[in-house]
């Protein structure tokens, strides 16, 4: 994973950790002097089961937040200028996986702060939460308040971008700057009480009001009433999924519910963070059984209620413990194995961020996956704590000019019945286009460099006569491909290639994957702000547009590591508009400039060709090279 990073001033001397949960002793920065009065009694992180803090404002927003706990004793009134929370090393050295303020001197993400205060009334003494910093100050300079006694503080630190960067085995240190100094605890690795997100013994969180509730930098008098606080909903555990017992069994979700044992209740699929919303073409996705989840920073849905809305047909299938949830469509297929990492296209493998699974009895599938591997776009937007995802169709291609030869799919027109001493078949591409004037040629065991050769015809078939010989044969092509102004040649074996003995004979087909090209991309980093959300290269979307009328549909792909370098592969060599956007999780799509590598200036899209290049090794006419910055 890329990412940047800001360089922060070193502020603490670490100490090596002895063990243990809460910290009394302190640690101050090079050349400070030790603030008068002010002590950290403990910091302990209690769980991360909550979810009440975005990235930059004090509401959820689709991540668990690790929630600490800060006793914090001051001797006299003090004002508290920063707040902020690091990960390091056991030393104390900068671990740049995630560092969370309450003001914007710098880069990090929101760390949100509830007190709790005990409160007298005409009935007695309760405690009450109050949210001392809604979200970032607009002004870097003010406070977060004036404070005096012993105080007990909620820190809330989402995981938004960093997911798992929040865990036992991270080292932390916070820092409470104040005009006479800063004071910092020792780097402290978290053991228990720690409880993992969805564990059914998690501590009670304790309640915090809603984010309208208005606050000031101060903090205010024991006796001002705060706001009613809002229970922070606990995270059910799922229930033992029900399995289907046979092929015929239809998947978990999908059908009348099996009754349970008594013991066992089903429960629904827990509500992960935010609601989300879904429309696709835009019609709002109505789920009944199962509400859709944000899991690892993807959406899972219903399987079902996914593939139907899209036009699938669905099936289930089970063999040997193998479970999959099957679409298709028009010539489309997408194989789903439960708990794989890897799914299937038209039977090409694809990685999968997150595996579809059984939740609470239901089969859940990533939304994204689905969509975009089906021909459709898929936008995320947050607001309010609500997150709405949009499925449409992609854009289509440009119309080619009238007059110009579109492709056409050829129908089998031959008999390909099996001949004995006869070997025939279509070349074609991947979308079904004949290969014509393509060199097929038949080569057999027995006598070496003795090959049948032949050409395919207009619809891309070739029939291809045997000599009576006792052997088996195997079969190649050799075609030559242009692509704009630029030739390419390709060697393909048969569909499988199987060798064949003549006395039976064959039909054997080759098909031209055509996923030869490939992009690097090199990112701006200097471009980015540090208002924005941390960049990820996996949140770059790329949508290639095809130009020349070989292909009807956009190519639409994240960018990861293609050969140590950021990019994407397995593309058809054609003549692409091509542009970006930026996806950040729980952000708006943020859009991006483009260019060739080192040509021209920046723009929303730019148009390209693989190949013309001069004087080269032939794989270099097979990639393409891009700047993209915000």
Known sequence: MFKRHVNVRMKVLGLVLTGGLAFSQLAFGFGESKPPGVEIKEFSLLDTASDLVGSDFFKPEGYKDGHFQLKLQLQNKTVIRS???????????????????????????????????????????????????????????????????????????????????????????????????????????????????????????????????PSTPSAPAPSTPSAPSTPVPSTPSPSTPTVPSSPSTPPPGSGPAVPPPSSQPTTPVPSEGPEIRVYIKGQK???????????????????????????????????????????????LTIELTIDSQTAKVNGQETALSVPAQIISGHTMVPLRFVAENSGHNVTYSSANGIVTIRVEEAAQAPRPAPGTPQPTTPQPTQDMTVEPYVVKGYVRDSEGNPIAGARVQVDNTFTPDSNILGVTDEAGYYRLELPQVATTWRLNVNFTKVVGSSSFSYNLYA??????????????????????????????????????????????????????GSYSKPIVKRLGRINDVIGVDQLPLARYKASVRWLPPGHDPIPMLIRLNKTGAFAESVEFEFGGQQNVPDPVNYKKEFEIRV
């Open 83 to 213: 707040v902020v929370l690091r990960t390091t090393n056991e030393y104390g050295k900068d671990a740049s996986k995630g560092i969370w303020r309450t003001n914007r001197l710098t880069a990090g993400w929101l760390l949100g702060i509830v007190q709790n205060k005990t409160v007298t009334t005409e009935t007695g003494t309760k405690v009450e939460s109050e949210i001392i910093n809604p979200g970032f100050r607009d002004d870097v300079n003010e406070p977060v308040g004036e404070f005096e006694g012993d105080l007990v503080f909620d820190l809330y630190a989402s995981n938004n971008g960093h997911k798992g960067s929040i865990t036992e085995s991270q080292y932390f240190v916070l820092e409470i700057e104040t005009p006479e100094g800063t004071v910092a605890s020792k780097p402290i690795k978290y053991k228990k009480p720690m409880i993992a997100e969805g564990a059914s013994n998690a501590p009670t969180t304790p309640s915090a009001p809603s984010p309208s509730t």
């Open 495 to 548: 569909d499988g290639d199987v060798p064949f003995a003549g006395n039976t004979g064959a039909v054997r087909h080759v098909t031209w994957q055509n996923k030869d090209g490939y992009l690097y991309v090199y990112p701006h980093y200097f471009s980015f702000k540090d208002d924005q959300p941390e960049f990820h290269v996996e949140d770059v979307e790329l949508t290639l547009i095809p130009l020349d």
């Open 285 to 331: 996705v109505q789920f009944d059984e199962a509400q859709p989840l944000l899991k690892d920073g993807s959406t899972l849905v219903p399987f079902r209620k996914l593939f139907e809305a899209l036009g699938f047909t669905v099936t289930w299938k089970e063999n040997e413990g193998v479970r999959q949830a099957i679409g298709t469509k028009d010539g």
